[in-house]
């Protein structure tokens, strides 16, 4: 276990904790933007970034993945975070200006309108999605594409995927509303892996083998509907670690169903 303080208060935490999840312990709220507990941490907003103090010497760290060590002294708000945070955020707003997640975040520091020139994006580049695809639907069927400005979130060679099995995975994570799912689209993926209309979740990976009998239209299976209910989060979540024995139990009752 390791013992640190932040904003002076103490906190023990298991080795190998973010300063942010010591942080929630002590209820000490730290603005993030490509953090999920499922993926791994990105840093890429720069959002989380806190002040750490460790023998005399002062360095700023994003705390999302940052590891707290004993004796850690950590200030998530002294005056030059909130500096580096509300620029962070004026530069954010500055790229998306219509983005609703982005516009809260900056009003709440005060910021209603970028210094810079605004460019309309809607994708704040925080690599959620990419990594979902990759780490826990493990297909990589998006990745980023260019550099420095053009930096993007593509398909390889900006062409449709022949890997994408439309899980919607990405799109659950995005928290601009960059990627949207268009079922036409979705059903033509799931289509191009085979005449067969294999159900997502076996695309998935949750069950062995099963055959959609509803067109792709999972919003009119009573199965979909009923494994959304159970975990209350998107279903490759869920797939990777199984939260619930109730979950388990279903899937199991599912496998025997079909054997
Ligand atoms: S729909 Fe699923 S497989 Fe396709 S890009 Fe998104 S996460 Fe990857
Ligand atoms: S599309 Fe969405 S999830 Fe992907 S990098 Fe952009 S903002 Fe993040
Ligand atoms: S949440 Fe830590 S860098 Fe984005």
Redesign the pocket.
């Known amino acids: 276990m390791i013992t640190l303080i932040i904003n002076n208060q103490k906190v023990t935490v298991k080795q190998g904790t973010t300063i ?1 999840k010591a942080s929630e312990k002590l209820g000490i709220e730290i603005p ?4 999920h507990e499922g993926l791994a ?8 970034v806190v002040e750490i103090i460790k023998e005399k010497e002062n360095r700023i760290v ?4 940052f590891p707290v060590e004993e004796g850690m002294k950590v200030l998530t708000n002294s005056d030059r975070i909130l500096k580096r945070r509300k620029m962070i955020a004026e530069f954010l707003l500055a790229r998306c200006p219509d983005v609703k997640v982005v516009r809260d975040l900056a009003n709440k520091m005060g910021i209603k309108k970028p210094r810079f020139k605004p460019k309309n994006k809607d994708c704040i580049l ?1 690599g959620l999605c990419v990594r979902v695809c990759n780490e826990i639907v493990g297909i990589g069927a998006i990745g980023f594409v260019n550099r420095g400005k053009n930096l993007k979130v593509d398909t390889p060679f900006h062409l449709a995927s022949d890997v994408c099995i439309g899980c919607g995975a990405c799109s659950y994570v995005c928290p601009t509303g960059a990627i949207e799912m268009e079922f036409d689209v979705v059903q033509r993926f799931r289509e191009s892996l085979g005449s067969e209309h294999i159900c997502r979740y076996a695309l998935m990976g949750m069950l062995s083998y099963k055959v959609c009998s509803n067109n792709y239209e999972c919003w009119k299976c009573k199965v979909d509907q009923k494994i959304r209910d159970t975990l209350g989060t998107h279903p490759i979540f869920a797939a990777k670690e199984i939260k619930s024995e109730k979950v388990n139990q279903y899937f199991s009752f599912l496998e025997k169903i079909q054997a």
């Not at 993030?32 to 953090?35: I, P």
């Not at 994003?62 to 993945?65: F, G, I, L, N, V």
């Open positions: 942010l993030t933007l490509c953090n941490p990105y840093g890429a907003c720069r959002l989380c994003a705390a999302c993945s925080c």
